[in-house]
């Protein structure tokens, strides 16, 4: 299914702040521009990012942009679509085996595998991501993983866990593959 032209999320809980995001297709692949501002354990950031996706949601580029008490930051990341990635031109072997970009500022960019993998009920899909932080552009591997539940109603859920954090919960997701709800992290407000 086709994407809106944008979509805007209400972070709260373990941030205070909003995301807005654009999208657009073109005859290489997608492309996904987005923007969040927040305040998260009383340290202010924004973050700007921009990221190209080919035809079958595999992420090639991410841009990012951070702005902190800590100054201005910027990172480039390019994939080569097989698992294999460059952070600001040079080798990142500990990132191989990620297809994903996952940005700790965005609930956007959860959709990425649930686009990608396109899951049945009671799947399960370990899906190591390229994780950037919000505060200082860090980049590092996440490991997680998602299994897709049964619910009644439109949309699908997934059972997400983060082992690294600690971290497990349910998201909920629109016919589009949109997150509408990333318990105690964003609500989908557009």
């Known amino acids: 299914m086709e994407l809106p032209a944008s979509a805007a999320w209400r972070h709260r809980e373990a941030r205070e702040g909003f995301e807005s995001v654009f999208f657009r297709t073109d005859g290489s692949g997608h492309r996904v521009a987005g923007h969040t501002a927040a305040v998260e354990d009383g340290d202010t950031w924004a973050v700007h990012y921009e990221l190209s996706l080919d ?9 990012v942009w951070g702005w902190s008490t800590g100054g201005e930051r910027e990172v480039d ?29 965005s609930a956007c960019t959860n959709m990425l595998p649930v686009r990608r993998l396109r899951m049945r009920v009671g799947q399960t899909y370990q899906a190591p991501a390229v ?28 059972d997400y866990r983060s082992p690294a954090f ?10 589009t593959g949109l997150v509408l709800e990333y318990p105690g992290i964003a609500t989908r407000v557009s």
């Open 55 to 63: 035809e079958r949601w595999l992420t090639r580029t991410a841009h």
């Open 77 to 105: 990341i390019e994939g080569d679509g097989a698992g294999r990635w460059k952070v600001d031109g040079s080798a990142a072997p500990l990132l191989d085996g990620c297809l994903d970009v996952d940005l700790e500022s």
């Open 131 to 158: 994780y950037v932080r919000a505060l200082d552009l860090a980049v590092e591997r996440l490991e997680q993983d998602y299994t897709r539940v049964d619910v009644d109603g439109p949309g699908e859920q997934y």
């Open 166 to 175: 600690d971290f497990a919960c349910r998201l909920s997701y629109d016919a």
